[in-house]
C-alpha cells in the first residue's frame, strides 16, 4: 500500500528522501523477481507453448502502443491499483482480499495496461520467450 507512506510524507511525519528510497528499493526487488519469473517460465516446457506465445503477443501490443495511448493506458492501471489498495483495506476477509487482487490482476492484464511493474514481467517474458517482435529497448521504454 503506497499510500501509506505518501501519507506520512504529506504529513511531514517522514522526509520525501525515505519515500524515494522505499519506492526505488520496491522497483528494483520487483522488477529482478520478474525477470527471474520471466526467464523461468521462458525455458521450453515449463509451461505450456501457448502461454509462451500468448506473452509473445501481449509484449508486441506494449511495444506498438505510441506515448500517448501507453501514459492513458498507464493512468487507468494507476486507477485500478488505486481501487484495489482502498478495496484491500475495506475486505474484512482474507478470502476478500484475495477476490478483489485477482478481480484487479484480470482486469489490469485482460486489456494489457501499461503498468510499470505487470507489463515489464509480461515484455520481458515475451521477450525471453522469443515469441515476440519486441526487444529488450522495447522493455525499457515501457517500464
Request: charged share 10%; proline share 3%.
Amino acid at each position: 500500500n503506497f499510500l501509506i507512506p505518501v501519507g506520512a510524507v504529506v504529513e511531514q511525519r517522514s522526509p520525501p528522501s525515505s519515500l524515494g528510497r522505499l519506492w526505488g528499493v520496491t522497483l528494483l526487488a520487483n522488477l529482478v523477481g520478474l525477470l527471474v519469473f520471466a526467464a523461468l517460465f521462458s525455458v521450453p516446457k515449463v509451461l505450456d507453448h501457448s502461454a509462451v506465445v500468448a506473452a509473445g503477443r501481449t509484449a508486441d501490443v506494449f511495444a506498438a502502443r505510441g506515448a500517448g495511448a501507453a501514459l492513458l493506458s498507464a493512468i487507468a492501471a494507476g486507477m485500478l491499483m488505486t481501487l484495489w489498495t482502498w478495496l484491500n483495506m475495506a475486505a474484512r476477509t482474507d478470502f476478500g482480499r484475495i477476490a478483489v487482487a485477482l478481480v484487479v490482476g484480470f482486469a489490469l492484464a485482460a486489456p494489457s495496461l501499461n503498468h510499470v511493474i505487470v507489463g515489464t514481467g509480461e515484455m520481458a517474458f515475451g521477450v525471453l520467450g522469443g515469441q515476440s517482435s519486441a526487444n529488450w529497448g522495447d522493455v525499457g521504454v515501457n517500464s
